[in-house]
């Protein structure tokens, strides 16, 4: 049983696909009112239909006053971290600071290549995210970066513009070596979909992290944990995810929270994506946050 004692914070992810765009602009300015912390991006950019994630983001954020932006994850094979953290820091002094710098290493070599990457093995994929983590760090931050490692050579970048307030650098992964570089170097793991990374499969991974994150000399509790659900609220039946009444939501996002030591959790709704969000909204998150509250006080 754990629970970091981070703040509970939710999100929804936008289709960035061209074909939905008035739905999509509906449905940001509607979690914009609605209190969430976050609009997921993802960033799948080798999918002809997709908008180009930064690109769709800059579009939202002068649709949008007080919601942050997460990248749910950026791909850094395709996108340079120097590049990468030019784009995050700009995008954050446009937005007053609502951006979140999610991250991954790709979802395949081929998928890479398709868009004229280099193809890297697993082991180069990993010191790849790793060295570009660093990089980023530091790019973020305003300073003069130079770097001679294994995948990446930077040999003076003065970086700019610093955003107004730190840009978190989260990394997405689920596996071994992925989440030992979460440990090390990020301020947060993204995990993937629920129905790929079920909740039984959780607390190992969470381990990987807390184990890393102590070999690197960092407290695990500072490390942020983020779910991907995908489900529907609503009465039981077919479905993929988590398909269910507003209470078995509250109650099995709770559980997650105190149990699994996830503090962040992004909606992927599978029908209705409007109505879905302010059920989500108006119902799951505040008995969500009422119940954690309470089973904190009580321990």
Do not use: C
């Not at 579009?59 to 395709?78: G, K, M, P």
């Not at 890297?120 to 490692?149: D, F, K, N």
């Not at 039981?236 to 030591?261: F, K, N, P, Q, S």
Request: charged fraction near 20%; avoid cysteine; proline fraction near 8%.
């Amino acid at each position: 049983m754990t629970d970091y004692h981070q703040p509970i914070t939710f999100g929804v992810s936008l289709d960035p696909s061209g074909e939905k765009l008035p739905e999509t602009r509906q449905l940001a300015r509607a979690a914009d009112a609605s209190g969430l912390a976050y609009l997921a991006v993802q960033d799948h950019a080798y999918q002809p239909g997709h908008f180009d994630t930064w690109t769709l983001i800059s579009h939202l954020a002068a649709e949008t006053d007080r919601i942050s932006f997460l990248t749910d994850v950026a791909d850094l094979q395709l996108r340079p971290p120097t590049m990468l953290a030019k784009a995050g820091a700009s995008l954050s002094v446009l937005t007053g600071g609502r951006i979140v710098l999610g991250v991954g290493s790709g979802p395949s070599s081929d998928a890479v290549a398709a868009m004229g990457g280099p193809r890297r093995s697993g082991a180069e994929t990993i010191t790849y995210t790793a060295e570009g983590l660093q990089i980023m760090r530091r790019a973020l931050a305003g300073e003069t970066v130079r770097h001679l490692g294994e995948q990446h050579t930077v040999e003076g970048y003065q970086a700019g513009p610093v955003p107004p307030q730190p840009v978190p650098l989260w990394l997405g992964g689920q596996r071994p070596r992925m989440l030992t570089v979460a440990g090390r170097y990020a301020d947060g793991w993204i995990s993937p979909l629920n129905i790929y990374v079920p909740p039984a499969e959780v607390p190992a991974r969470q381990q990987i992290i807390d184990d890393a994150a102590r070999a690197a000399g960092r407290d695990p509790a500072r490390i942020r944990r983020v779910y991907n659900v995908i489900g529907a609220i609503g009465p039981r039946g077919g479905g993929t995810g988590l398909v269910g009444d507003v209470r078995l939501w509250v109650d099995t996002l709770t559980r997650w929270a105190v149990d699994l030591g996830l503090d962040t959790f992004v909606f992927w709704p599978i029908a209705s994506p409007l109505a879905q969000l302010r059920v989500f909204a108006e119902q799951v998150v505040p008995g969500v946050l009422e119940q954690v509250l309470e089973i904190r006080e009580q321990r």
